[in-house]
């Protein structure tokens, strides 16, 4: 598929369509090194290593010359990521944080792969990772659907978290139900966009909508709502009328499941860990953040090997695998930042959510392919209030390798304007 395509940029698609294609399945091909943790030779290391060197050959060595580099205007989550990213190193540096070097690389690895993307330029390579996110997405449902019906170990690389009555929650090609959930999600977004045939459209977004109801990840649930909602709502303009119809019929369905079914949910395994959440959960990590950040408030704590952390997750959580940063986390991106890197490196991250979300919102009027990273900002932002996704965790991967496609088609489209305004053919 790929070698067949219209893409000027073969050799990097081929990797970057092999990494969407294979899910997590692709960390089995990580190569360590004994005592060497930061060399370790892992698929999303290679691949921004090899997106770093086309950075470098695109730019210094390329005959094309960007004709509109002096014209261009920086956008401001771009300006917004890029302080982020310089608060994020003082303060690792500063605390001298434990995984220092790591978190370091992992930052500005973030910043090659949204970079490298924009670069391209090239509609037919985003094309192609749409494709592949698209096929990807296919085998995952079906993966889904076979460990929730027939074998719930099949092909299953990470947890097996508990949904109900001794059910699992679906991974899929994943190592988490929420990255399966997620991905799926950002697939719909791509088959709403560029699929043209009405039924094969349809057929896909049912498919990896039932995908994402077998994750049992309750947020994943209500992002996949707002993003269908705000399709069909802003970009399509469906009628109210028909809006209000489909949402009646969906709550009498629902409320339906709920009535005849009543104590099977309340007995399930999903509804006992939400009840638990707010005596040792995630309100207990979040009133921790909230109590104890105003005591480094400029470049926060740096990583989670500090007493503060240690003590009160033992207290929260009475896991000391837990307080000792092995397992878990804060579960929201948001005050992980506050947390780790202080108030000034959370003001920019936000900002840089909230711009990318706006930058796109505003573009899409003019190009519809820009629906794709709108929407999938908007994943993002959500996601962050109740996961972690810094860096190079899946969900950011694949969101800067989004907005890196939104700039990358804004660059064809001035590049496209400016050539006509000198009558260049």
């Known amino acids: 598929m790929v070698f067949k395509s219209n893409s000027k940029y073969k050799i990097e698609l081929f990797f970057i369509s092999f990494y969407v294609l294979t899910g ?21 290391r290679f691949i921004y290593l090899m997106l770093l060197f086309f950075i470098v050959r695109k730019t210094w060595f390329s005959k094309e010359r960007f004709e509109l580099a002096f014209k261009k205007k920086i956008p401001w989550f771009v300006v917004f990521l890029f302080v982020f990213v310089m608060l994020l190193i003082i303060s690792v540096l500063v605390n001298s944080a434990w995984k220092g070097p790591t978190v370091i690389v992992d930052a500005i690895a973030f910043v090659i792969i949204m970079m490298a993307l924009r670069q391209m330029a090239d509609k037919a390579s985003y094309d192609l990772i749409g494709k592949s996110i698209i096929i990807g997405a296919v085998v995952s449902s079906v993966l889904s659907f076979v460990q929730l019906l027939v074998e719930p170990f099949f092909l299953r690389i990470g947890g097996d978290r508990l949904a109900y009555d001794g059910i699992l929650r679906s991974n899929g090609l994943f190592s988490g139900e929420y990255n399966n959930a997620y ?21 896909l977004v049912c498919l990896f909508s039932l995908g994402v109801m077998t994750t049992f990840h309750r947020m994943s649930w209500i992002i996949l709502a707002l993003v269908i909602l705000t399709y069909l709502i802003f970009i399509k303009k469906m009628a109210l009328e028909k809006l209000a119809l489909a949402g009646m019929s969906f709550s009498a369905i629902i409320i339906s499941i709920f009535i005849f079914h009543y104590q099977d949910i309340m007995k399930s395994d999903l ?35 500090n007493e503060v952390y240690y003590t009160n997750l033992l207290r929260i959580t009475t896991d000391r695998k837990r307080a000792t940063a092995e397992t878990g986390g804060l579960h929201n991106g948001y005050l992980t930042t506050l947390f780790l890197y202080g108030i000034p490196a959370l ?28 929407l999938v900002s908007i994943i993002f932002m959500i996601g962050n209030l109740t ?11 694949l969101f800067a390798i989004h907005i890196g496609i939104g700039m990358g088609i804004n660059q064809i489209r001035e590049t496209i304007g400016y050539h006509e305004a000198r009558g260049i053919t």
């Not at 997590?24 to 999303?44: A, M, R, Y």
């Not at 990590?285 to 909230?290: E, G, I, Q």
């Open 387 to 397: 996961n972690t996704f810094l860096f190079l965790s899946y969900l950011s991967v």
């Open 271 to 305: 509804v006992k860990e939400r009840l638990n959440d707010s005596v040792g959960g995630r309100e207990g990590y979040y009133t921790m953040v909230l109590d104890n950040f105003d005591k480094r408030p400029l470049f926060g704590y740096g990583d989670f090997k």
């Open 347 to 374: 003001i920019c991250f936000t900002l840089f959510v909230l711009f990318s979300v706006f930058y796109y919102a505003r573009s899409y009027q003019e190009n519809l392919y820009f629906v794709i990273p709108f």
């Open 24 to 44: 997590n399945i692709n960390d089995l091909l990580t190569v360590k090194i004994p005592g060497f943790s930061l060399f370790e030779i892992q698929p999303i």
């Open 183 to 203: 991905f799926l999600i950002i697939a719909i977004t791509w088959t709403l966009t560029t699929v043209k045939k009405r039924w094969l459209k349809m057929g």
